[in-house]
Structure formats: C-alpha cells, structure tokens
C-alpha cells in the first residue's frame, strides 16, 4: 500500500469513527431523555434554566465550553440563529423534522419540551446562546417575551469592553469563514485589515445600543454581568462566579476554543493610526489604548 493510499484509509476511518462518535452519542441522549419520559429513570425539572446573551465575537463559544466540560451543566448553541433550523451545537442533539416543524410554529413549546425539559437527576442548570439580534422574525418574536417572563430565569450578559478588537474580530471571521478554532491553541489567521472608519462607528453604537436594551429588557431577572477580557484574564475566579451563579458544584473547568487572533490591534489593523486619530475626543478612543 502506498503512502498516499496509506493517508486515504487513515481518513477514511476517522470519519468513520466521528460518524460512530456521533450517532453514539444521539443514540445515549435518545434512550435517557425516552427512559425519563416512561417514568423508567428519575428525572426533575428543579434545576436553573439560564441563557447567554451576547453578539458574535464576544467570547460566547470560549465561555460555552467550559460550560459544557461540567458535568452538572447542558448548555446549547444559538438555538434560534435562523429560522427554520436548529442550532444544538452539541454532540448527541440533532434536529429531526418533528422539532423542526414545532420550532417553527411553536417556539415556546419547543422551548418547554425540548429544552427546559425534564432532566436527569445530575443536571443541576439548562440553558443556551441568544444574540440580541436573534429571534427577529415574526414567528419567533414571543420567544423573548416568554424569556423575559420566565420565573426564575438566570441571565449571563457577556460583553466585550473593546469594541474594536469585536468588530476586527468579525471582520476575520467573515474574511475567512472560521468562526471557531477548537485545536491548535492561540493562532493568528489572518494578515492585516483595512477597517473603514464609518463601518467601525456604526458598529460601536449599534453594540452600545443593544448592550443597553439587553440589560433594561431583563432588569427583573437574575443577571450575572461578565466581560470577555476578564473572563480569559482570570479563567479559575470568573468560572467560580459563574458556577455559583447557576447553582451547580464548584469543578475545575476547560476551554474547547481558542482565540483566533492575537495579534495587537495596532498590527491587526492597516490604518490603525489613522482610525485612531479620526476617534481622538470621542467616547470610543478608549479602544485605542492597547
């Protein structure tokens, strides 16, 4: 067998593996969730129902996966991202045409009968991603409505204080359609952007904004604020903050993303001095203090 033969089997069967992985793993989360509905396994609903609420680039993925390396703790990805699918983002959760024709009919009901459902004895909190901008559409409007008026819902608003370093990110991500890197540690993956300078102040004030909605819309819920910097700054102390929050055991937890970028914004950013001095006396030069 020649090398290149060699390769192609290699890879062949590490599909082949992935593909066992999955379906393993679907197949496990089926006969607990069908188990507790049959009354076979004990199951409760006395756990937290939590969210993430955010923008892209915010650091969301980084926090969801040390969310999902405990053990007490199923937290889902942008579950309502488009209309018409849906967005598990976890190993062992699939869309069939069932879910999908109530998703898009019935949120809520999807909501309560898929994800805030009855839960095995050691899941002590529940949630999943939301983007300010997600369930615009009609039929999907009344999902934030119901969030809002959830009893006891647990709010985790992640922000990210440089704006700048965002929309970079952002433009990278679209740039090259990687919007996560799950191997390889820190990597730079892109060369140097032109940012134009309008673009950027659109973005900074729409962010703002939505910032701002997000926290008077759920002023009556149990928030935890929490920042991007602070979060990969002092990993141990925020995720003790945020295990507390949601009620579940104290247990070491790891990332299962890395940051794209790392480059220092002056590097990143081809006109950086220029963008700069167009900022200079405005609320936003902050951002340009590396």
């Not at 996966?65 to 942008?78: A, K, R, V, Y």
């Not at 440089?162 to 929309?167: S, V």
């Not at 009556?220 to 991007?228: A, G, R, V």
């Not at 790891?254 to 940051?259: E, G, I, V």
Request: charged share 25%; hydrophobic share 35%.
């Amino acid at each position: 067998m020649s090398f290149k033969e060699h390769l192609k089997k290699n890879k062949a069967l590490q599909q082949a593996r992935q593909r066992y992985a999955v379906i393993k793993a679907k197949t496990q989360v089926d006969l607990m969730n069908t188990a507790i509905d049959l009354g076979l396994m004990r199951g409760h609903n006395d756990y937290t129902k939590f969210i993430i609420i955010s923008r892209g680039r915010s650091g969301t993925n980084f926090l969801r996966g040390m969310l999902n390396s405990h053990s007490q703790i199923i937290n889902f990805g942008e579950i309502f991202r488009e209309f018409g699918s849906i967005g598990w983002n976890l190993q062992g959760y699939g869309a069939d045409e069932r879910q999908k024709s109530l998703i898009r009919t019935d949120p809520i009901k999807f909501i309560d009968n898929y994800i805030y459902r009855k839960a095995s004895i050691k899941t002590k909190a529940i949630g999943f991603k939301i983007f300010y901008y997600h369930a615009q559409n009609p039929e999907w409007i009344p999902v934030w409505e119901y969030l809002q008026q959830l009893k006891d819902l647990h709010v985790i608003h992640l922000t990210r204080q440089n704006r700048l370093a965002t929309y970079l990110s952002t433009c990278i991500a679209q740039e090259t359609k990687v919007w996560s890197v799950r191997t390889g540690g820190k990597t730079t993956v892109h060369d140097s952007m032109y940012v134009k300078y309008e673009d950027c102040l659109e973005f900074f004030e729409k962010t703002e904004e939505l910032e701002n909605h997000a926290n008077l819309f759920f002023k009556n819920s149990k928030k935890l604020e929490i920042t991007y910097e602070n979060l990969s700054a002092n990993i141990d102390a925020e995720m003790e903050s945020v295990q507390n929050f949601l009620g579940v055991d104290q247990q070491s937890v790891k990332p299962a993303s890395y940051k794209q970028n790392v480059k220092p914004l002056s590097d990143g950013i081809v006109n950086y001095s220029e963008l700069k001095e167009k900022f200079s006396g405005s609320p936003w030069f902050k951002y340009f203090e590396e």
